[in-house]
């Protein structure tokens, strides 16, 4: 595979370990990272500080009732192969309950930086900007 194709690899596993409800996996995805968010604008680093983020968005979801949709993924990869950047959007879809429709309860932009460390490409900063917020309970059909 190709750098691209393993930062793409990467992003993308992010969305599908936190629709599998597995956040130590997703935390140890950020263990040698920043990871900001807009708002509040808060700074984080590394898996035990990023860990309790994703433990309140997963209660705060009722659990595995989300997927997360990224699009536009854009990666840029510098010349000696070593760091890159990456931006896409996102979409949060929600369902709370099975006699509800889904429904758009997030949009925003991932804008991240990587850095290869033996062979391996690994999250360096993660900027997680929310741009519109949704109704998390959309009224019946």
Known sequence: MSDVDDIT?????YARLLDEGDIDAVADLFA???WRSE???SVLRGRDEVRPVYERLLASAGGNRTKHLL???????DRGRTSATAHCYWTVLQRS??????????????LDS???VDG??????????????????PPAA
Request: net charge negative; hydrophobic share 35%; proline share 9%.
């Open 71 to 77: 699009t536009n993924l854009t990666v840029q990869v």
């Open 39 to 41: 708002p509040p604008g």
């Open 9 to 13: 690899a990467l992003v993308n596993s």
């Open 114 to 116: 990587f850095e290869k």
């Open 97 to 110: 309950d099975p006699s509800t429709p889904i429904g758009i309860i997030l949009t925003g932009r991932y």
């Open 32 to 34: 040698q990272s920043t």
């Open 120 to 137: 391996t490409w690994r999250f360096t900063d993660r900027l997680t900007v929310v741009d519109l917020a949704g109704d998390p309970s």
